[in-house]
């Protein structure tokens, strides 16, 4: 799949101008897209899939190793269909202030639906709303949805700080 997730793509006008990072980046679909927008993208993912004018990070990001961004700081951070819970904390404090979290993966209830479906890797209720309770919410979904596959997901949009500072569109 190389088309970007229709929650980036919503929410993507709200990141401030800077490096954005994707994390568990795949394929690439989300740091091609958000380097199309213009933004300086740093990518990180296990699995070497480097992309033409896209910084890459090979790291896996589980394995107790450090966080391969100790000290840095982004405009945004985008997350999608990836989870692992002690990183949470991490990525909140890798925003700039008015930095934009954009985060879209599958809860509880998507075992119905295919993979995954091992609890471990399924948000609970709410539970990006309480993970990442310091930043000020924006947008927050979950359910099911029909797009690109039937799935149960959530999805959070935050901002690190005061919104009102944020690019925030009518």
């Known amino acids: 799949m ?9 929410w993507a006008h709200l990141i401030p101008p800077g490096r954005v990072l994707d994390v568990a980046s795949g394929g690439g679909r989300h740091a091609r897209f958000l380097h199309e927008k213009g933004f300086d993208v740093v990518a990180v993912d296990r699995a070497a899939v480097p992309v033409a004018g896209i ?10 190793s450090p966080w391969p961004f100790a000290g840095e700081r982004f ?9 692992h819970r002690p990183l949470c904390g991490t ?7 008015n930095g934009v979290l954009i985060y879209e993966t599958f809860m509880a209830g998507n075992e119905r639906y295919g993979k995954p479906s091992n609890p471990h890797f399924l948000l609970r209720p709410g539970e990006l709303l ?12 979950q359910g099911m949805v029909e797009r690109p596959k039937p799935a149960v997901v959530q999805r959070l949009c935050a901002v690190r700080g005061n919104p009102e500072k944020a690019r925030i569109a009518p």
């Open 2 to 10: 190389d088309t970007p997730s229709d929650w980036v793509v919503r």
């Open 91 to 97: 990525i909140q404090d890798s925003l700039i202030e």
């Open 55 to 64: 910084d890459f990070v090979q790291a896996d990001l589980e394995d107790g």
């Open 75 to 83: 405009a945004a951070v985008v997350v999608t269909n990836y989870l």
């Open 130 to 141: 309480r993970a990442f309770a310091a930043l000020t919410p924006i947008a927050f979904e």
